[in-house]
């Protein structure tokens, strides 16, 4: 079966320092791959996609951005951290087409 | 560009009332539709999906939501519900073609709170 692996759960980084988040999953091949942050009230804001290796695409512009070196592997990164990137972040993954989303345990940053 | 609306954005129940939580689309071509729930402290979960068919689905835990295609809704619904159905639950929607990729649309989400 398949699983989605997203760390560290928790995160509380200083202003202007790096992020990386990582998230692997395992069990199918050639997943599309989604980093969604989840704000009280607002629902579910995708960040990023990704329909193979090396093929990012961005749904908003920010601090943030991904990178995907293989894959199974789904990178959030930040090189500057601001306050307002603080939230809960979600990796999911699902597979092609209009299929669900499986989605990770998630990981909540605090930008201190 | 598609859009999710669910008008409750918490609900307080008590044990065994019933429960429909409201969710209207506004794509009117074909949709799939999905229900998450997010119970505390747990990840995002499919409860239950609509692509074809039979407008009534079931999912686990006893819900179902029924596809009315004439009002754009797609509302979930449990007849007893249970303490341990505290959880936000979020509405999504696909309009599907072809590509690879498909762009999930996510409603706000509803928080029930279901009290003893």
């Known amino acids: 079966s398949q699983t989605i692996h997203q760390w560290p759960a928790t995160l509380v980084q200083p202003v202007g320092s790096p992020l990386s988040l990582e998230c692997t999953v395992e069990?199918?091949?050639?997943?599309?791959l989604y980093w969604y942050r989840q704000a009280a009230g607002r629902g579910l804001q995708l960040l990023f996609y990704?329909?193979?290796?090396?093929?990012i695409s961005s749904e908003v512009p920010q601090n943030l951005s991904a990178s995907r070196p293989q894959d199974r592997q789904f990178i959030l990164s930040s090189k500057k951290l601001l306050l307002s990137d603080s939230g809960f972040y979600l990796c999911?993954?699902?597979?092609?087409?209009?299929?669900?989303?499986?989605f990770g345990n998630g990981t909540r940053l605090t930008v201190t | 560009a598609q859009s999710v609306s669910q008008h409750n954005h918490h609900v307080i129940l008590s044990e065994a009332a019933s429960l429909e939580l409201g969710c209207n689309y506004s794509?009117?071509?074909?949709?799939?539709l999905f229900w998450y729930v997010q119970y505390p402290g747990q990840h995002l979960q499919l409860l239950l999906k609509?692509?074809?068919?039979?407008?009534l689905v079931k999912g686990i835990k006893g819900f179902e939501a029924e596809f009315i295609k004439s009002k754009f809704s797609f509302n979930l619904r449990k007849p007893s519900v249970q303490w341990s159905d505290t959880a936000e639950y979020f509405c999504?929607?696909?309009?599907?073609?072809?590509?690879?990729?498909?762009?999930?649309?996510f409603g706000t989400g509803t928080k029930l709170q279901v009290i003893p």
């Open positions: 999911a993954w699902s597979s092609w087409g209009a299929s669900p989303l499986h």
């Open positions: 069990g199918t091949s050639n997943p599309n």
């Open positions: 990704s329909v193979g290796i090396g093929q």
């Open positions: 794509y009117g071509g074909t949709v799939n």
């Open positions: 609509y692509f074809s068919g039979d407008p």
């Open positions: 999504a929607v696909i309009s599907p073609d072809k590509r690879r990729y498909q762009k999930v649309t």
